[in-house]
C-alpha cells in the first residue's frame, strides 16, 4: 500500500528554495539524513542548503563529499532562512536543539516541515506546518528511504532513480549508527529489508563502518581509559555513571566528540538497567542516558529539560556544576528503577 506524504510531496513540488537542518551535536542519523535529502532535492532541480549550528564530526564528513553544509553564521544565513520557501528540520522536534537557528527559522515565513522519529512531538502545537513522525522506527535515514519508495511507488518510478548511490551511502550510515550497527531495539525485519536494498547499490558496509568508528586516536583510548575507570555502581548496580571532565579532555588532548559509545560500556554490565554519562563541557553539563527493558530514561532527561527516546536520551544542562549534578542524577534516578 501507497502512503506517500502529498501534503510534503506537493510542498517539494510546488517550490524552489529549501533550507534543511537538525539537532547540535549532530550524529550519522543527522547528517546522513541531510545528504541524501539534500541530493534528492538537488536532483529536482531544488535549491537545497543545509546549514547546521555544529560543524560535522570528523567522521561524518566522507558523506558530504559535495561540501554542501554549511556552518550556521548569523549574518550569512539570516536573509537567507528568512526567504526561503521551505525548511526541513531533520531528527528532532524540538527547536531549543537548533540552537542559535530556533529564533530564525521560528520567525521564517518558510514552511517547515518535521521528519524525525523522536518522542514528544506534539501535532497540536503547530510548531510545524507538515510532518512525519514515526517513533517506532530506528532512524531518521529509514524513514527518509521510506518516503523516497512511496513516491517511486506513487509515480511509478524505479526506487533506483531516486535513491542513487551516494544517498545510498548517507541513508545506510544514518541507519547504521543510529541502530548502533543493527542491534537496537527498534532494530527489525523491515530495516533489515531496507539495508538489504540499499547494500544492493554494491555499499561495502566495512568500508563505511570504518570511515566512521576506525577513526579513534590514542588520546581517545585514554579519555575512555579514564572512563572506564571512574565507572561507579549505584542502586545495588542496576545503575552505573561516569564522569568526564574537563580536564579529562584537556590531558587526552580530546574534545566532546570523543565521548561517542562510550555509554555503550555501562551498558554491558550485567545488572545494569540505567547507564549514565555525565561531561562537563564548556558551557554546562550534558547527560547522556541509556536503559534496558522498561527504564524509561527519557522521563529522567524530562526532568532535566531534555528527552529523546525509552532507552537512549540525553539533556543539557546550561551552566550547571559537575558535583552538584552528579548528586542531583544520583538521586533522580532511583525512581526508575522500579
Ligand atoms: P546521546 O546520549 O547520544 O547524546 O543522545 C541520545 C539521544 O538522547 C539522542 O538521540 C536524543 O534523542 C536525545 N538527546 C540527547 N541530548 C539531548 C538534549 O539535550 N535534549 C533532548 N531533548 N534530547 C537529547
Ligand atoms: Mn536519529
Known sequence: ??????????????NQEFILTSHVNPDGDSIGSEIALQKYLSSLGKSAKVLNYSPTP????????????EQFNEVHH??????????????????????????FIKSSKAKKILIDHHLGYDPVSGLFDSYIVDTDSPATGEMLYKFFKNIAEDSSQDIKDIVTRDMAVALYAAIMTDTGSFKFNRTDSETHDIISELLSYGLNPYDIYSEIY????????????RFLNKITMIYEGKAAYSVVSQSDFEETQTDEYAIEGFSSHLMSLETVELGIVITETKRG??????????????????????????????????GAKLESIVKE?????????K
Open 78 to 103: 539570516k536573509n537567507l532562512i528568512e526567504n526561503t520557501d521551505v525548511i526541513f528540520v531533520l531528527d528532532t522536534n524540538e527547536y531549543s536543539r537548533l540552537r542559535t537557528l530556533e529564533p
Open 285 to 318: 553539563v550534558k547527560l547522556s542516558f541509556r536503559s534496558k527493558g522498561n527504564v524509561r530514561s527519557n522521563e529522567l532527561a524530562g526532568e532535566f529539560q531534555g528527552g529523546g527516546h525509552m532507552n537512549a536520551s540525553g539533556a543539557f544542562v546550561p
Open 1 to 14: 500500500m501507497c502512503m506517500v506524504n502529498k501534503e510534503i510531496v506537493s510542498l517539494i513540488n510546488n
Open 214 to 225: 576506525n577513526r579513534a586516536t590514542l588520546g581517545k583510548l585514554h579519555l575512555l581509559g
Open 329 to 337: 542524577v544520583i538521586s533522580k534516578a532511583e525512581k526508575y528503577l
Open 58 to 69: 570528523a567522521n561524518y564528513t566522507f558523506l558530504d563529499s559535495d561540501n554542501v553544509i
